[in-house]
């Protein structure tokens, strides 16, 4: 069975073996950051080393979508719900 893609500017489909796309291998330069007022000292932070240095000299870390992690205490609690349901179901 022939594999197909779809060419995102002709919209036509070309066989997989022949399809090809110019790979651009080339550095990638970040901006600097847009000036923003701390939410911890309310001063002025402009710039990426004024950003780090700030977090640096507060201990703060950057709060990331995908640093949340789930709390241990969740899984405690639901240890605990299931114990308290058989202990009741299993009572004399």
Same mark, same amino acid.
Request: charge should be positive; aromatic fraction near 8%; avoid cysteine.
């Given at each position: 069975?022939? +594999? ?6 002709t !919209? ?8 090809? &796309?110019?790979?651009?291998?080339? !550095?990638?330069?970040m901006?600097?950051? #847009? ?5 911890? &000292? ?5 710039? +990426?080393?004024?950003? *780090?240095? !700030?977090? /640096? *000299? !507060? ?9 949340? *992690?789930? #709390? ?10 299931v ?5 009741? /179901?299993? *009572?004399?």
């Open positions: 069975m022939a +594999r197909y893609i779809q060419d995102p500017v !919209h036509k489909l070309i066989p997989a073996e022949e399809y090809y &796309t110019e790979q651009v291998n080339s !550095h990638y330069i901006s600097d950051y #847009q000036p923003y007022q701390s939410m911890v &000292t309310g001063e002025m932070i402009d710039g +990426r080393k004024a950003h *780090r240095e !700030h977090l /640096k *000299r !507060h201990n703060l870390v950057v709060a990331e979508q995908s640093s949340a *992690r789930p #709390q241990a205490e969740n899984k405690n609690k639901l240890k605990e719900q114990a308290r349901a058989v202990y009741e /179901k299993l *009572r004399y």
